[in-house]
């Protein structure tokens, strides 16, 4: 079992019909993380998911696509193409029928033409893990995107007043714990400063109490 990506693995056997069940380990607290929703049809998805994929068009790029289960509904939006980390979420995504998936870091990411969309579902700003990180994820994206483009991200908020929360995430899975890594959390307030300084403007489209849903554009 690969260590470096266990979550990939868990999913994986989910989708070869094992019952199984992954988990975080964060401040010395193991919880269970639901690997179901990544297997969700369209018609399970929340209803901010749905106003994000409604609001894509042209080329798009699915950041963190995992098992690819939004990309059918984004496909009748505009031409996806979805890339992730895990090689087991990307196998998981080809064998379901996603064609135009691949298995790239967005960090290193490079492609031939710019996109008019970029979607970023799950939270999955939290990659940058730390602000350092985030406000060269943010360049990245910026510089991948069409100059009319936009950036559609599901944001999980955070509590207090403190501008950002960074966690230390463990992977367990049957038993194996996996490389520890960061993930971050903003406070909106605290993101728009960091998009305004990379030349981004963010706009907050809806939200409740654990989500904001926000498109971002170059200034």
Known sequence: MNKNDLFGQALYDRYKGEKNYFFMEVHGETREHNIDRYFRSVKELSGAEKKLISMCYGNIL???CATGNYIPAMEKKGIVTGIDISSKLIEI???SGIKNCFVKNIFSFNSNKKFDTITMLENNLGMGGDVNGTKKLLKKLSSLL??????????SKRS??????IN????????VKGKSFKWINFNLK????????????????????YYSLVKITRN
């Open 190 to 209: 605290f993101l728009t400063k960091l998009c305004n300084e990379v030349s981004l403007n963010i706009k907050l489209l809806s939200g409740n109490k």
């Open 93 to 95: 995504a080809k064998q």
């Open 160 to 165: 207090g007043e403190k501008d950002f929360l």
């Open 168 to 175: 230390e995430l463990t992977p367990v899975y049957k038993g």
């Open 146 to 155: 069409n100059d009319d483009g936009q950036i559609l991200m599901m944001l």
């Open 62 to 64: 699915d950041v963190g």
